[in-house]
């Protein structure tokens, strides 16, 4: 089921721009960096509940979330996503590693792929994931941003950055 439109669309303002929070009564279904949006705000107990947990994040007080989520995509990139959030407040992981939790190195690509799909910023961290150099690449809403998230959690865990 294709939902075209979402009966709540709110905005959270956080260190590093605007966040767009969009949602039905039940799911978060979209939760994405937007500098430029200016449409209406209509926001619910869950809007409202995910910008309390950002807030938290932001202030170093949460390390992971606890919202009803849920996005379109292919059951491979529903796994791919369902990985991502296993990875630790503070940590990284690089591709190649993600691909080997599907016991296979070749998927490397296909799991780039599918953490460039994900629309639910942050709380799928999908900027936790890295090249197997160490280098910062992909990321839909900007390597400074990425950059930025992996630097703040690495200070706030008190743990070393783990680009190799």
């Known amino acids: 089921m294709k ?3 979402f009966p709540f ?3 959270f303002i956080s260190p590093l721009g605007k966040i ?3 949602a039905t009564k039940d799911h978060i279904h979209q939760l994405y960096f937007d500098d ?3 449409s209406v705000i209509s926001e619910s107990p869950l809007t409202k509940k995910a910008k309390q947990q950002l807030a938290e994040y932001f202030e170093g007080k949460r390390l992971q979330f606890d919202l009803p989520l ?3 995509g292919t059951a491979f990139q529903q796994q791919v996503w369902e990985q991502l959030t296993h990875v630790p407040f503070g940590e990284t992981l690089s591709y190649l590693e993600l691909a080997l939790k599907f016991n296979d190195e ?3 690509r296909a799991v780039a792929g599918a953490n460039a799909k994900n629309k639910l910023a942050i709380v799928v ?5 890295i090249a197997t150099d160490g280098k910062l690449t992909g990321y839909a809403w900007g390597l400074k941003r990425k950059s930025w998230l ?6 706030t865990s008190g743990k070393k950055l783990s680009l190799f």
């Open 20 to 22: 767009i929070i969009k």
């Open 125 to 129: 961290p999908c900027h936790r994931i």
């Open 36 to 38: 430029e949006f200016s």
């Open 70 to 72: 849920t996005q379109e």
């Open 150 to 155: 992996l630097d703040f959690e690495a200070k």
């Open 3 to 5: 939902i075209v439109a």
């Open 9 to 11: 669309i709110d905005v």
């Open 106 to 108: 070749n998927l490397v």
